[in-house]
């Protein structure tokens, strides 16, 4: 029973083992005991064991030895119909938006402008960090975290997640999203950080492709600097998730927080 | 516009493992005990995984591939290099007897108020204390990394894991429970 207890506790065992352990716990002091220490040891390690990321200079290093650009390959004669079409292109779009400026939240770049905002989640993720006291409200209740937030921004935050045992919830702050105010949630990941921040999402370059569906949302996945990063508008409100975490985590996180309606 | 084929491909793997820097950096911490063995680790690490990214599988866990070789380059540089016997298999760790395990089982509630007031610094003292098998194990389950990806990171068996990790947290718990003593 007691080499079952770590698989019982991580989910590894089949549902018919699951019952069986449960019931033995029900009944043996000893195992119940065990299997309580086993847990604690599981918090402890994974709240307090010291972790070491890797100095900027080593990130900048690999970076700089990795090829962190595509290389492109120009079909022949490419460059020269861009450079006659390009011109007028550009410059029609640019009256369009001026003389329209609604346009400007309806055109969704996934260039330079997107890197805009995915630069902008990495260096608010770093800061939120590196910051002496990260978190303005240190509380695993979305029900203490949420409501601290009202009177501090002008919209709510919408959301309803409120952490698990994979995804616990750390607390929350209030922070700027480029040039607006932002809620700032963090959640676990074992022993990583994940910041989300929600923030109106009107006049924003949000990229427009590629957008894979995640739950109700579609989702903008890109890395930067070493972080992953994810993107979504849900109505009025903008989200940006971003850790160094797996993509993979961060979608099943995002998952949570923009379950299907 | 298109990316070109190979050089592409390595462009798109370098994206995603880079992503994993701060993890791979962790690890290295913990296996080369110090902070410039451990920036070499990683960047020969990552220099390996350009090197080879033609092997790399698209679909499989990139961040298992990359534990991988960064386990075997700790491997077969930094233990042949230092002779460190710190880093030798789990059995250098002192076994513990079963039935000294089974005692730790007794019903105590100052056991687990011990394990409650441990420290960050009594951790990482006690998985230094540890084999390279056994930290690596442990550090891996911090990771979320399957039994499956654990295996395949250390190269052996899922059930060799299983009970790498059993011991390795039988050993830690005992020597965080006698140093809270």
Known sequence: ????????????????????????????????????????????????????????????????????????????????????????VVLA????????????????PTGPAASVMVGEAVNDHVRLLQSERPLEVESSGIHQVIPWFSGKLDFAPGIRFAGDAEFPLRGGAVGYFVDRKAAALVYGRRLHSISLFVFKADGLPWPSAPLEPVGRAHVYRTAARGFNVLLWRDGELGYALVSDVSAGDLILLASKLAPPA | MSRGGDAGQAWELGREALAYADTLYNLARYLAGNDTDAEDLVQETYSRALGSSGQFTP????????????????????????????????????????????????????????????????????????????????????????????????????????????????ALRSLLKDWKR
């Open chain 1, 1 to 88: 029973m007691r080499e079952q207890l770590l698989d019982f506790q991580q989910g590894r065992l089949v549902p018919d083992l699951v019952t069986s352990v449960r019931r033995h716990l029900d009944g043996c002091g000893d195992c119940a005991h065990a299997d309580q220490v086993e847990r604690e040891l599981t918090q402890v390690l994974e709240r307090r064991t010291p972790q070491y990321p890797a100095p900027v200079a080593l990130k900048r290093k690999l970076a700089a030895n990795w090829p962190t650009s595509a290389p492109v390959v120009p079909r022949r004669g490419f460059r020269s119909w861009m450079r006659l079409v390009l011109p007028p």
């Open chain 2, 59 to 170: 679909g499989t866990n990139l961040k298992a591939w990359l534990f991988r070789i960064l386990r075997n380059t700790f491997i077969s540089q930094y233990r042949r290099q230092r002779g460190n016997p710190v880093v030798g298999g789990l059995d250098t760790v002192a076994p513990i007897p079963p039935a000294a395990a089974d005692i730790n089982w007794v019903r105590d509630d100052v056991e687990l108020d011990r394990l409650r007031k441990v420290m960050a610094e009594d951790i990482e003292r006690a998985l230094m204390t540890l084999s390279e098998d056994a930290r690596t194990v442990i550090l891996l389950d911090l990771e979320g990394l399957s039994e499956v990806e654990t295996a395949e990171v250390m190269g052996c068996a899922v059930g060799t894991v299983k009970s790498r990790l059993s011991r390795a947290r039988a």
């Open chain 1, 93 to 108: 779009t640019a009256a369009l938006l001026f003389l329209v400026p609604d346009m400007r939240g309806l055109v969704a």
